[in-house]
């Protein structure tokens, strides 16, 4: 593969999808990984044959560490990595006591152990060329982690945490780090036997996007050298007003608190 190339985790759906879509207009090589081999296959010919770019298939299940080390085998073997897109994830929601254990340390795994091994493997690649983009996927929960899942909203939160802490080292470089952070995305996301009691219906549609939009945002912010980065003003608006709330909330902790001493 001589041309540019990215890799995109969990790129069957969704917002992994698109950023496959975008890429390969762009005329980047693209190496898809994901569970759904079908999929992938069928996406792989589709960008090959309409962008003429060359695309390669790895089929792992990100939950498991003996295909994270597939997956960064994979990428040692490179000669040249110019994307690495950290997005392959799930929902949960559920108590962390007495939520799915299994579930849970999936979620960890594909969040957590699986991006940090790739970045891991991926900058001495890209340090030899010093230059290239590293997307993690986190989302608005990883801002805001007095909401949600506590496990969906720690493994995003240590996303973005490792994107800004990797930038600040990588500072003299050419290689861009980049929290991505989104709101309400239509993707397959919600669709899971986890989230079977999320109604789509019951969010107002204006805060809404699209997989494409988001990552056409993302790939434009990160360029910019956007480190964090939430897309949509809406999106942003409502981040505000959460930290008012969090605000409140810490205020009248403080007064009861007072009020009790007094
Ligand atoms: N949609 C939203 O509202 C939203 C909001 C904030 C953040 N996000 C984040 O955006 C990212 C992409 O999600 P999406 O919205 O595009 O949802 P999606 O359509 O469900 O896509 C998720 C992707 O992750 C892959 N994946 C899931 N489990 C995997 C595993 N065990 N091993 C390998 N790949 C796996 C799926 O592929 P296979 O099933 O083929 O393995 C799929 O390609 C996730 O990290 C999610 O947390 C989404």
């Not at 960064?72 to 990595?81: A, N, P, Q, Y």
């Not at 849970?104 to 991926?122: E, T």
């Not at 079977?196 to 805060?207: A, G, H, I, M, T």
């Not at 980065?229 to 009248?252: A, C, D, E, H, T």
Request: charged share 25%; glycine share 4%; hydrophobic share 40%.
């Amino acid at each position: 593969m001589s041309k540019k190339t990215a890799l995109i985790t969990g790129s069957s759906s969704g917002i992994g999808k698109s950023f496959a879509e975008i890429l390969a207009k762009e005329g980047y090589n693209l190496i898809l990984v994901a569970r759904r081999k079908q999929k992938l296959d069928e996406l792989a010919k589709t960008l090959a044959d309409r962008f003429s770019i060359e695309s390669k298939v790895v089929v792992a299940d990100l939950s498991k560490i003996e295909q994270i080390k597939t997956v960064e085998e994979t990428i040692k073997s490179l000669d040249r990595l110019d994307i690495l897109v950290n997005n392959a994830g799930f929902g949960l929601s559920s108590s962390f006591a007495e939520g799915n254990y299994e579930r849970q340390l999936d979620m960890v795994n594909i969040h957590v152990v699986a991006s940090y091994l790739f970045c891991r493997v991926a900058i001495p690649i890209m340090l030899r060329e010093n230059e290239g983009l590293i997307i993690n996927v986190s989302s608005m929960s990883g801002l805001m982690t007095k909401f949600g899942d506590v496990t969906y909203t720690t493994t995003k939160a240590f996303l973005i945490t490792l994107s800004e802490s990797l930038q600040e080292e990588l500072r003299d470089t050419k290689i861009k780090i980049h929290a991505l952070c989104p709101g309400m995305t239509y993707s397959e996301f919600h669709d899971t036997k986890e989230l079977e009691k999320f109604d789509r219906s019951n969010v107002p549609k204006r805060l809404w996007m699209s997989s494409k939009e988001v990552a056409t945002k993302s790939l434009k912010a990160a360029r910019k050298g956007k480190v964090v980065y939430v897309p949509g003003f809406l999106n942003r608006l409502s981040l505000f007003f959460s930290k008012m709330v969090l605000v409140r909330r810490i205020s009248q902790w403080f007064i009861s608190r007072n009020e009790k001493k007094e």
